[in-house]
């Protein structure tokens, strides 16, 4: 079966493919253009130290939706770093290197940003939602709306989206997305979909974007300790100074159905496995 990954930011996110592997990949929130970050072996080094696996890593500047630009570095095919979160995740005492240890981060939503506005970005540009996208957005607020938990997703689809809580939009790229973790207290905005992901079944653009909003109300990798379980290569992501926390009631080894592993098939199914209604149903 191929593989691909989805790409997700410092907070990352990640989605996967049938044979081949993609990375989901996260982005952070839009800042003031900075200098690109040097891909030094001092960088390298000190993201090794952090706990990420560096095999892959690359220097990126990319365009936020509302016209920032924002430097950083991209790890393991879907976890974005800007600049600034590199520096604070340095400056951290609360990380641990690589661990073994459904998982969380220390950055939650707090109660009273329980209700979300999260918007379906369709302007007649490269970065609107095309038809298939907004149906699986439509989906993926679902599956949260039908949990037992607090969180309450309010979606509407426009191009006003500078007031909303969370923004869903279209990137170029091949399959897959990126997203954040949450920060005070509030939910990451910004969730990108990659152009290609379109290419695949409307169950499949429906995993990819669970996912990555399960990126941004706290959720890490499933197999965040081993990458390669489910995309075949890769090790462990680390704690990485934002943490990697074990919900209780979960596994602590790898959980097949979990929508949250780091890569996913062409034949997903788009719907959250028990652990992940465990894990959530604990958190909010």
Known sequence: MKKLKISAMFFAATAFAAT????????????????????????M?????????????EAVEGNSLDGGVESGFML????????????????????????????????????????????????NNSNGLDSK????????????NRLNIGLNFNLTFGTNYQ?????????????????????GGAPYKWVKINSGT????????????????????????????????SCGSGGNEGDGGVGAIHIPGTPTGVDPNSIMLA???????GEFGSNDVTALEYLY
């Open 20 to 43: 081949t592997f993609t990375a989901c990949t996260q982005e952070e929130n839009v800042q003031p253009k900075e200098d690109k970050l040097a891909l030094t072996d001092e960088v």
């Open 45 to 57: 080094s000190q993201f090794t130290e952090l706990g990420f696996d560096v095999s892959d890593i």
């Open 76 to 123: 393991e095919g879907d976890i974005f770093i800007s600049q600034d979160n590199f520096r604070k995740m340095l400056d951290s005492e609360s990380h641990n290197g690589p661990m073994g240890e459904q998982y969380r981060t220390n950055n939650l939503v707090s109660s009273s940003n329980y209700t979300i506005d999260i918007i379906g970005y369709t302007a």
């Open 133 to 144: 996208t907004q149906t699986a957005l439509q989906w993926a607020v679902n599956n949260y």
């Open 163 to 183: 007031s909303k809580d969370m923004v869903v939009y279209r990137v170029s790229g091949g399959g897959g997305g990126s997203a954040g973790f949450p920060s």
């Open 198 to 229: 379109s290419s695949y079944d409307t169950n499949v653009v429906e995993h990819v974007i669970t996912h990555e909003i399960g990126h941004s109300v706290g959720l890490r990798h499933t197999d965040y300790f081993d990458r390669s379980y």
């Open 263 to 269: 890569c996913f098939s062409s034949s997903e199914d």
